[in-house]
């Protein structure tokens, strides 16, 4: 047995809350020591994971198993493979970024100034859920992780989140995720059944479970329910409803890990028991998802350009986004495939960089009404170039990452329904348009009187995390190698699980 | 050395970029040390693309100084470079008005690291779509240099800055839409962006695309190509963004705009309509024509009826494109003949004495704008005694865009002219007539800004009109010399520009 980097890095947030609660709560400056800690600890080792995955072998690598509960078939067994590599760099690199937000400015209250203790703890704990669905390679884990990345949201919300709605949006969004991942649950407990009576052994092995041979019915009649249940956290139209009104009462780090890593969550769980083990429902229902992730690709761009909050224009343009990798998923083709696993990644920093930058806005001017705002950049040079970089990654800018993802994705729709393509073309201009008019908006012109001589500029943990969050954007932008070839890897696996293709 | 003259074209292209990435890191707020900085890194790119200039072999066939690289070889795209004389003029002519556009800008004192830093960045992303040859890489730059034009515009222009500038955004966005959809269908049917593969098998492929028949799909692939050059030369209809991007944008963004920016279009139909859409080309050649035509005309009436100095000289750009655009039209009508290779070295020429005498032009305008701050040419009047050096710039920089012959414009213009009349007869002597209202609008605005009554304003006291600054002469200079080199003496740039248009038709 190897060095089990994976379930260290799955399980370092966790030892990390039990630390950190152990710590009296006033000693806010060692509890955020101990989250930076172990977060540069994890980001470090999944660095390392994503550097030393083996690209020519392909497959699952860094293969962890240990019995759980043998007599029902559950092991606990971990793995990355070209797909889910980047997603776990993409936590790690999410849950630093955010504990440097996080730390705040006692002076201008920004940040998270109440009970920091228990914010991090449960931040933490979702981190861990996070993870190990990133890495699960058993059915049951994966499922048992997703519920340990969803509970904590709702305190999360409804405890540090915008006064004004974050009893609603925390109720809404655990109901909402609930529900979906009850949906889906039902799937997987029938698949497993159906897996075990085939083969006369019980399993919630995936790779053993990607053997099982489904019939073409039976997947017909599963693909869509466990797709969709899984979906609803990768907020596919139309049961996108929950994510915006999540984003918008979630205090800051909780909106970048909700829009950057959560939502990738329900997709990639989506990508991985949906089409990975009913690939034939898959193909059935490809058009189905096609027209519900074009459906969102451009009205969630139109949404989000008539906003006048500015976390609400971000949430709406997450529906867009997510949108486009449910579209790539749709495809069913390398192209398409290859660009939805970039744009997971690329659309997760981009997303966690805009709330970050919000944040900053929102925490020393209390208002996120764009109308309200103005000379940003000004005040906060930084934190403008930040979001001008996160706004030409959203508008598929080549040079960023967003066109590096995107591309792909819409040649993978030229290759299954051009119509497809040609519509979801227009949300690049709305994306434009709506991008370009708030950063002028917020960032330029006047500093509105109300707002003159209370602003401060970002500290520079803030800037530290602005920098990491960019220089990603920019690197996969202009060295597409550095990211795409592990991704192909992956997609690989896939497009043998649908038979060539 | 050997490291430079295997990596000309790369140099090049992403010198500016890369001292604009260093300009980021050069503490200081020392506006002077900005200034020099970029204006000095600019004669890098100048000096390289000379050295391209004088050891390319115009009789070689094929793109010369190649290089490629590893970019995105999931999707079968290379960073692939390379020149012929089509491309090599425009690169020069870029690398040319950048310093000059550069100078121009000392005038600037607001936040000058980062206006000079999106200036090398545009230089960067000009620079790419003339030396791309492949199709992704092009259209990547493409959409690249709209970004730091967008923030010039927004951030150092005029009064109606927000409007211009996301106008310009969103209507060249909009128009690129076609554009990448077409570069995606290709790059989805070969398997590859390489334009030289693209341009050997498209032309020819006959096979139905998801059931439609091929002449169709070529058909709406061709318009798509077509609307997004059209937008960026621009072409009537689609010109409304150019007046409002021109006038509002700070002079040196509308030096770079009108010298090089518009070209893009037209390079586009060049590098990419011809050779990929020769068929669609040659059926619709009268539908551009007229669009040409059109321009032509109503370019020349709108800046005739503009009381805007600036706008006059942006509604000039419309129509003299309009003849860049006929050159083409005609070329693509008879490909082939010798009439079209008259026509297309006319077109190319006229591309690059635009360059010269429009960003002359808009330079001179932000001259006098500066010291006067207002751009309404009634108020002007009467200033050539006031400043004798400015008027006989300003006359001689007219008469270039007005077409006198002995300078640039009249040959580059002749040229179109003389090869598209047998082609496109009707639509070359409408065209003709719209000569006529150039020299028209010409003539107005030196009339109302030189001479008649004078405006006691600008003669004394506090507002009394300065002369031209040796800065600014020095900017002038070398687009005079340019100017008059041409006009009396084009084989230099034509045999280069000849050459390439027989080996590419």
Known sequence: MNFPVLSIITFTPMVAAAIMLLLPAQRKNETRAVALAAAIFALTLSFWVFFNYDQAAGGYQFVEKYNWLPALGITLQFGVDGMSAPLVLLTGVVMFTGVLISWGDEHVMA?????????????????????????????????????????????????????VTREYAAMKLTLYLFIGSVVSLVGVIVMY??????????????????????????????????????????????????????????????????????????????????????????????????????????????????????KYMIGFSSVSHMGLV????????????????????????????????????????????????????????????????????????????????????????WGSRWLVAVIASISIIITAAYIMRNIRQVFFGDVPEKLEGHMTDVT?????????????????????????????????????????? | MNFIATHLLSLILFTPALAAV??????????????????????????????????????????????????????????????????????????????????????INDNVKAYMMLFLFLETGMLGVFMALDLLIFFVFWEVGLVPMYFLINQWGSANRNYASLKFMIYTMGGSLGLLLAVQLLGVLFKTYDLQFIAANWSAYTDPIAGIPATTVKTVAFWAFAIAFAVKVPLWPFHTWLPDAHTEAP?????????????????????????????????????????????????????????????????????????????????????????????????????????????????????????????????????????????GILIFTSMASLGLPGLNGFISEFLVVRGSYPILTAYTAISMLGLLFTGAYILKGIKKVLHGPINERWAHGEHKLTEISTREVLVMVPLMALILWIGIYPAWILDVINKAVVMLF
Request: charge should be neutral; aromatic fraction near 16%.
């Open chain 1, 111 to 163: 940040g998270i100034q109440d009970r920091p203790r228990e914010f991090f703890a449960f931040l933490f704990i979702l981190a861990t859920g996070v993870f190990g669905v990133f890495v699960s390679l058993d059915l049951f884990m994966l499922f048992f992780f997703y519920e340990i990345a969803v509970f904590p949201m709702y305190l999360l919300i409804a405890i540090w989140g915008w006064v």
């Open chain 1, 193 to 310: 059944w159906v897996a075990g009576h085939n083969s006369g052994v019980f399993t919630f092995d995936m790779l053993q479970m990607e053997k099982a041979g489904f019939s073409q019915t039976f997947q017909n009649i599963w693909f869509l329910p466990v797709f969709l249940g899984f979906a609803v956290l990768g907020g596919i139209w139309p049961f996108h409803n929950w994510s915006p009104d999540g984003h918008v009462a979630a205090p800051t780090a909780v909106s970048m890990f909700h829009a950057g890593v959560l939502m990738k969550l329900g997709a990639f769980a989506a990508l991985r028991v949906g089409i990975m083990l009913l690939p034939e429902g898959a193909k059935y229902w490809s058009w189905l998802i096609m027209l519900f992730a074009a459906v969102a690709v451009v009205y969630g761009a139109y949404i989000a350009f008539v906003q006048k909050d500015l």
């Open chain 1, 326 to 413: 449910m579209l790539g998923f749709s495809t069913l083709n390398r192209a398409g495939l290859t660009g939805a696993g970039v744009q997971m990644f690329s659309h997760g920093v981009m997303t966690a960089l805009f709330f970050a930058i919000t944040g900053m806005i929102y925490d020393r001017s209390h208002t996120r009404q764009i109308p309200e705002l103005g000379g940003m950049s000004r005040i906060m040079p930084f934190a403008a170039i930040g979001f001008i970089i996160g706004g030409l990654v959203s508008m598929g800018m080549p040079g960023f990452s967003g066109f590096v993802a995107e591309f792909p994705i819409f040649m993978g729709v």
């Open chain 1, 460 to 501: 520079v943990l803030d800037k530290v995390a602005i920098t990491t969050l960019c220089l990603f954007m920019i690197a996969i932008g202009l060295f597409p190698s550095f990211m795409v070839p592990m991704v192909q890897t992956g997609v690989e696996n896939i497009l043998r699980l649908l038979g060539g293709a």
């Open chain 2, 22 to 107: 260093i300009m980021l890191f050069l503490p200081s707020d020392d506006h002077r040390l900005f200034r020099w900085f970029a204006f000095g890194v600019s004669f890098i790119p100048l000096t390289l693309s000379l050295v391209v200039w004088f050891n390319f072999r115009s009789i070689q066939p094929g793109f010369q100084f190649q290089e490629t690289y590893t970019w995105y070889a999931a999707i079968g795209s290379s960073l692939h470079l390379g020149v012929d004389g089509l491309s090599l003029t425009m690169v020069l002519l870029t690398t040319l008005l950048t310093p000059l556009a550069l100078l121009a800008s000392f005038s």
């Open chain 2, 251 to 391: 002079t040196a963004g509308s030096m770079i705009l009108a010298g090089v920016l518009l070209k893009l279009g037209a390079y586009g139909f060049l590098r990419l309509i011809l050779p990929l859409y020769p068929a669609e080309a040659h059926n619709f050649a009268g539908a551009l024509a007229f669009l040409a035509t059109a321009a032509i005309v109503f370019g020349a009436l709108a800046s005739y009826a503009q009381t805007d100095f600036k706008r006059l000289v942006a509604y000039s750009s419309v129509n003299h494109m309009g003849f860049v655009v006929l050159g083409i039209a005609a070329a693509a009508f008879a490909a082939g003949t010798a009439d079209a290779t008259i026509a297309l070295n006319g077109a190319i020429l006229q591309m690059f004495n635009h360059g010269l005498s429009a960003a002359g032009m808009f330079f001179l305008v932000g001259v006098i704008y500066e010291r006067t701050h207002t751009r309404d040419l009634e108020e002007f009047g009467g200033l050539f005694p006031l400043v004798p050096v400015y008027g």
